[in-house]
Antibody, heavy 119, light 109 residues
């Protein structure tokens, strides 16, 4: 069964850093463009960042541009999100989600990892 | 930037009833770029419909999508107990890459 498993969430102080990971099991990430989507407590879904299957192209929401960096290691079947200068408003459940190249929807999702930014 | 508006915010219905959820875009979007997701409490979103009207793998045929241009609809023909959840529409674009609507909560009347 294809699944994504996120890790790396936790409690961090404002201004600190976190690195989220997402590992794929049961399928290869090589043909998937990958994304991070977050959901603040009691709120809706917000797309955060994306990366093409070959890492050629990276995309960011304005709210995280310059602070977050997305990367992947296809040999390790993994996706990462380096979160620097975190703010209280970055508090959310972070999901990794994949879409096949040339598709415009995300058809495989992890269960999420929780990030809390608080002093 | 395109804005997606979903209505109603909450839909209170009984099992067996028909649910009609609306997603309206602030400007015309390609049907290929419009998807619907279901999210239950404490769970990740699940893809229901892609390209406006195509059911994702394993999605029951009581779920259907339609629409074009700026107006899209998700219909659940007969609500089952497991269908009570929040539903999001999503549009693929340039910047940001994906935009989600605010969601419609379908709850039990």
């Amino acid at each position: 069964e294809a699944q994504l498993v996120e890790s790396g969430g936790g409690l961090e102080q404002p201004g600190g850093s976190l690195r989220l990971s997402c590992e794929a099991f049961g399928f290869s990430l090589r043909t998937y463009s990958m994304n991070w989507v977050r959901q603040a407590p009691g709120k809706g879904l917000e797309w955060v960042s994306g990366i093409s299957s070959s890492s050629t192209t990276k995309w960011y929401a304005d709210s995280v541009k310059g602070r977050f960096t997305v990367s992947r290691d296809n040999a390790k079947n993994s996706l990462y999100l380096q979160m620097n200068s975190v703010r209280a408003e970055d508090t959310a459940v972070y999901y990794c989600a994949g879409r096949g190249d040339y598709y415009y929807h995300m058809d495989v999702w992890g269960k999420g990892t929780t990030v809390t930014v608080s002093s | 930037e395109i804005v997606l508006t979903q209505s109603p915010g909450t839909l209170s219905l009984s099992p067996g009833e028909r649910a009609t959820l609306s997603c309206r875009a602030s400007q015309s979007v390609s049907s290929s770029y419009l998807a619907w997701y279901q999210q239950k409490p404490g769970q990740a979103p699940r893809l229901l419909i892609y390209a406006a009207s195509n059911r994702a793998t394993g999605i029951p045929d009581r779920f259907s999508g339609s629409g074009s241009g700026t107006d899209f609809t998700l219909t659940i023909s007969r609500l089952e107990p497991e269908d009570f959840a929040v539903y999001y529409c999503q549009q693929y674009g340039n910047s940001p890459l994906f935009i989600f609507g605010p969601g419609t909560k379908v709850d039990i009347k």
